[in-house]
T-cell receptor
Framework: EAQVTQNPRYLITVTGKKLTVTCSQN?????MSWYRQDPGLGLRQIYY???????DKGDVPEGYKVSRKEKRNFPLILESPSPNQTSLYFC?????????????FGPGTRLTVT | AQKVTQAQTEISVVEKEDVTLDCVYE???????LFWYKQPPSGELVFLIR??????QNEISGRYSWNFQKSTSSFNFTITASQVVDSAVYFC??????????????FGTGTSLTVIP
Protein backbone atom coordinates (compact mmCIF):
# COMPACT_ATOMS: atom_id res chain seq x y z
CA GLU A 1 0.00 0.00 0.00
CA ALA A 2 1.32 3.42 -1.01
CA GLN A 3 1.80 5.50 2.08
CA VAL A 4 3.65 8.21 3.93
CA THR A 5 4.32 7.49 7.58
CA GLN A 6 5.18 9.95 10.31
CA ASN A 7 6.27 9.39 13.86
CA PRO A 8 5.38 10.29 16.47
CA ARG A 9 1.73 11.19 15.90
CA TYR A 10 1.54 13.21 19.10
CA LEU A 11 4.35 14.88 21.00
CA ILE A 12 4.41 17.14 24.02
CA THR A 13 7.81 18.59 24.85
CA VAL A 14 9.44 21.49 26.63
CA THR A 15 11.16 24.53 25.26
CA GLY A 16 14.68 23.87 24.11
CA LYS A 17 14.63 20.08 24.05
CA LYS A 18 15.73 18.87 20.64
CA LEU A 19 13.32 16.64 18.78
CA THR A 20 13.03 14.83 15.47
CA VAL A 21 9.88 13.91 13.60
CA THR A 22 10.47 11.09 11.17
CA CYS A 23 8.89 10.77 7.74
CA SER A 24 9.12 7.86 5.35
CA GLN A 25 7.47 7.06 2.02
CA ASN A 26 7.35 3.80 0.07
CA UNK A 27 6.52 5.17 -3.39
CA UNK A 28 10.07 5.97 -4.56
CA UNK A 29 9.11 9.64 -4.81
CA UNK A 30 11.78 12.21 -5.49
CA UNK A 31 9.90 15.17 -4.02
CA MET A 32 9.19 15.47 -0.31
CA SER A 33 7.93 18.35 1.81
CA TRP A 34 7.15 19.38 5.34
CA TYR A 35 4.21 21.63 6.16
CA ARG A 36 2.84 23.15 9.29
CA GLN A 37 -0.85 23.86 9.74
CA ASP A 38 -2.07 26.63 11.99
CA PRO A 39 -5.63 27.93 12.48
CA GLY A 40 -6.53 30.54 9.90
CA LEU A 41 -3.26 30.11 8.01
CA GLY A 42 -3.78 26.87 6.14
CA LEU A 43 -0.77 24.73 5.31
CA ARG A 44 2.56 26.44 4.91
CA GLN A 45 5.63 24.78 3.54
CA ILE A 46 8.65 24.55 5.85
CA TYR A 47 11.23 22.73 3.71
CA TYR A 48 11.22 20.62 0.61
CA UNK A 49 13.57 18.23 -1.11
CA UNK A 50 13.78 17.33 -4.78
CA UNK A 51 16.13 14.41 -4.27
CA UNK A 52 18.75 12.89 -2.00
CA UNK A 53 21.02 15.56 -0.55
CA UNK A 54 18.96 18.31 -2.22
CA UNK A 55 16.88 20.39 0.20
CA ASP A 56 15.62 23.95 0.17
CA LYS A 57 13.66 26.37 2.30
CA GLY A 58 9.94 26.80 1.97
CA ASP A 59 7.93 29.71 3.30
CA VAL A 60 8.51 29.25 7.04
CA PRO A 61 11.91 27.55 7.59
CA GLU A 62 13.09 29.42 10.70
CA GLY A 63 13.72 27.11 13.63
CA TYR A 64 13.69 23.91 11.57
CA LYS A 65 16.23 21.65 9.89
CA VAL A 66 15.83 18.74 7.52
CA SER A 67 18.01 16.13 5.91
CA ARG A 68 17.61 13.78 2.95
CA LYS A 69 20.23 11.09 3.16
CA GLU A 70 18.00 8.40 1.71
CA LYS A 71 15.30 8.78 -0.89
CA ARG A 72 12.55 7.38 1.30
CA ASN A 73 13.24 9.38 4.49
CA PHE A 74 12.92 13.08 5.22
CA PRO A 75 13.15 13.85 8.95
CA LEU A 76 12.22 17.21 10.43
CA ILE A 77 14.49 18.43 13.21
CA LEU A 78 13.72 21.09 15.80
CA GLU A 79 17.03 21.85 17.48
CA SER A 80 15.56 24.15 20.15
CA PRO A 81 11.76 24.08 20.03
CA SER A 82 9.81 27.10 21.17
CA PRO A 83 6.10 27.49 22.00
CA ASN A 84 5.44 29.20 18.65
CA GLN A 85 6.30 25.91 16.96
CA THR A 86 3.26 24.28 18.53
CA SER A 87 1.38 23.15 15.47
CA LEU A 88 0.13 20.27 13.34
CA TYR A 89 2.85 19.03 11.01
CA PHE A 90 2.44 17.11 7.77
CA CYS A 91 5.01 15.34 5.67
CA UNK A 92 4.18 14.81 2.01
CA UNK A 93 5.68 13.23 -1.07
CA UNK A 94 5.07 13.23 -4.79
CA UNK A 95 6.73 12.26 -8.01
CA UNK A 96 8.79 15.01 -9.61
CA UNK A 97 7.79 16.34 -12.99
CA UNK A 98 5.19 18.36 -14.84
CA UNK A 99 2.56 15.74 -15.47
CA UNK A 100 -0.12 13.92 -13.55
CA UNK A 101 1.29 14.14 -10.06
CA UNK A 102 -0.45 14.03 -6.74
CA UNK A 103 0.86 14.84 -3.30
CA UNK A 104 0.50 12.10 -0.69
CA PHE A 105 0.30 13.22 2.92
CA GLY A 106 1.29 11.53 6.11
CA PRO A 107 -1.22 11.32 8.96
CA GLY A 108 0.14 14.38 10.75
CA THR A 109 2.11 15.01 13.93
CA ARG A 110 0.53 17.17 16.59
CA LEU A 111 3.33 18.94 18.45
CA THR A 112 2.91 20.92 21.66
CA VAL A 113 5.85 22.87 23.05
CA THR A 114 5.40 24.16 26.61
CA ALA B 1 3.32 34.59 -7.51
CA GLN B 2 0.98 31.76 -6.69
CA LYS B 3 -1.93 32.36 -4.37
CA VAL B 4 -5.09 30.58 -3.35
CA THR B 5 -7.94 32.38 -1.63
CA GLN B 6 -10.76 30.72 0.25
CA ALA B 7 -12.77 33.68 1.44
CA GLN B 8 -15.27 31.63 3.43
CA THR B 9 -13.71 30.87 6.78
CA GLU B 10 -16.66 29.04 8.29
CA ILE B 11 -19.96 27.83 6.86
CA SER B 12 -22.87 26.19 8.67
CA VAL B 13 -25.70 24.46 6.86
CA VAL B 14 -28.58 22.27 7.90
CA GLU B 15 -28.43 18.67 6.79
CA LYS B 16 -29.68 18.06 3.23
CA GLU B 17 -28.96 21.61 2.13
CA ASP B 18 -26.59 22.20 -0.77
CA VAL B 19 -23.41 24.15 -0.08
CA THR B 20 -20.73 25.64 -2.31
CA LEU B 21 -17.18 26.26 -1.17
CA ASP B 22 -15.38 28.94 -3.12
CA CYS B 23 -11.78 28.87 -4.29
CA VAL B 24 -10.05 31.60 -6.28
CA TYR B 25 -6.47 31.29 -7.42
CA GLU B 26 -3.71 33.38 -8.94
CA UNK B 27 -0.90 32.07 -11.08
CA UNK B 28 1.24 33.09 -14.03
CA UNK B 29 1.78 29.50 -15.08
CA UNK B 30 -0.10 28.17 -18.05
CA UNK B 31 0.19 24.58 -16.85
CA UNK B 32 -0.93 23.93 -13.32
CA UNK B 33 -3.08 21.67 -11.19
CA LEU B 34 -5.87 22.45 -8.76
CA PHE B 35 -6.79 20.22 -5.85
CA TRP B 36 -9.35 19.90 -3.10
CA TYR B 37 -8.61 18.15 0.17
CA LYS B 38 -10.89 17.29 3.08
CA GLN B 39 -9.66 17.35 6.67
CA PRO B 40 -12.14 15.63 9.01
CA PRO B 41 -11.97 16.19 12.78
CA SER B 42 -9.51 13.28 13.04
CA GLY B 43 -6.96 15.51 11.30
CA GLU B 44 -5.74 13.59 8.27
CA LEU B 45 -5.84 15.14 4.80
CA VAL B 46 -8.04 13.30 2.33
CA PHE B 47 -7.53 13.89 -1.37
CA LEU B 48 -10.78 14.67 -3.20
CA ILE B 49 -9.91 15.80 -6.71
CA ARG B 50 -7.17 16.99 -9.05
CA UNK B 51 -7.87 19.06 -12.13
CA UNK B 52 -5.30 20.23 -14.67
CA UNK B 53 -5.41 23.66 -16.22
CA UNK B 54 -6.31 22.36 -19.65
CA UNK B 55 -9.39 20.51 -18.53
CA UNK B 56 -12.28 22.82 -17.77
CA GLN B 57 -14.89 20.14 -17.75
CA ASN B 58 -16.96 20.10 -14.61
CA GLU B 59 -16.81 16.91 -12.61
CA ILE B 60 -19.37 15.12 -10.52
CA SER B 61 -18.67 12.36 -8.05
CA GLY B 62 -21.74 11.29 -6.15
CA ARG B 63 -22.90 14.25 -4.08
CA TYR B 64 -19.71 16.19 -4.88
CA SER B 65 -19.22 18.40 -7.91
CA TRP B 66 -16.56 20.82 -8.99
CA ASN B 67 -16.80 23.83 -11.26
CA PHE B 68 -13.55 25.01 -12.84
CA GLN B 69 -13.63 28.35 -14.66
CA LYS B 70 -10.34 29.68 -15.98
CA SER B 71 -11.98 32.95 -17.00
CA THR B 72 -12.61 33.79 -13.35
CA SER B 73 -9.69 31.75 -11.91
CA SER B 74 -12.09 29.80 -9.75
CA PHE B 75 -12.42 26.17 -8.77
CA ASN B 76 -15.54 25.87 -6.66
CA PHE B 77 -16.73 22.79 -4.84
CA THR B 78 -20.39 21.96 -4.27
CA ILE B 79 -21.80 19.37 -1.91
CA THR B 80 -25.37 18.41 -2.72
CA ALA B 81 -27.71 17.20 0.02
CA SER B 82 -25.11 17.70 2.72
CA GLN B 83 -24.69 15.16 5.51
CA VAL B 84 -23.22 15.37 8.98
CA VAL B 85 -20.22 13.33 7.79
CA ASP B 86 -19.36 16.21 5.45
CA SER B 87 -18.43 18.35 8.45
CA ALA B 88 -14.73 19.05 8.00
CA VAL B 89 -12.23 21.65 6.93
CA TYR B 90 -11.80 21.81 3.17
CA PHE B 91 -8.63 23.05 1.51
CA CYS B 92 -8.15 24.18 -2.05
CA UNK B 93 -4.60 24.00 -3.43
CA UNK B 94 -2.69 25.03 -6.52
CA UNK B 95 0.44 23.35 -7.84
CA UNK B 96 2.76 23.93 -10.75
CA UNK B 97 6.04 22.31 -11.70
CA UNK B 98 9.21 24.35 -12.09
CA UNK B 99 12.65 22.88 -12.77
CA UNK B 100 14.26 24.85 -9.93
CA UNK B 101 11.64 24.30 -7.22
CA UNK B 102 9.87 21.10 -8.23
CA UNK B 103 6.19 20.47 -7.57
CA UNK B 104 5.31 23.30 -5.21
CA UNK B 105 1.88 23.30 -3.60
CA UNK B 106 0.08 26.42 -2.41
CA PHE B 107 -2.86 26.05 -0.08
CA GLY B 108 -5.77 28.26 0.77
CA THR B 109 -6.55 28.93 4.40
CA GLY B 110 -9.39 26.44 4.42
CA THR B 111 -13.15 26.55 4.90
CA SER B 112 -14.62 24.93 7.97
CA LEU B 113 -17.96 23.35 7.12
CA THR B 114 -20.40 22.35 9.83
CA VAL B 115 -23.47 20.36 8.86
CA ILE B 116 -26.16 20.59 11.51
CA PRO B 117 -28.43 17.56 11.87
Amino acid sequence: EAQVTQNPRYLITVTGKKLTVTCSQNMNHEYMSWYRQDPGLGLRQIYYSMNVEVTDKGDVPEGYKVSRKEKRNFPLILESPSPNQTSLYFCASSSLGPSDYEQYFGPGTRLTVT
Amino acid sequence: AQKVTQAQTEISVVEKEDVTLDCVYETRDTTYYLFWYKQPPSGELVFLIRRNSFDEQNEISGRYSWNFQKSTSSFNFTITASQVVDSAVYFCALSAFHWDTGNQFYFGTGTSLTVIP
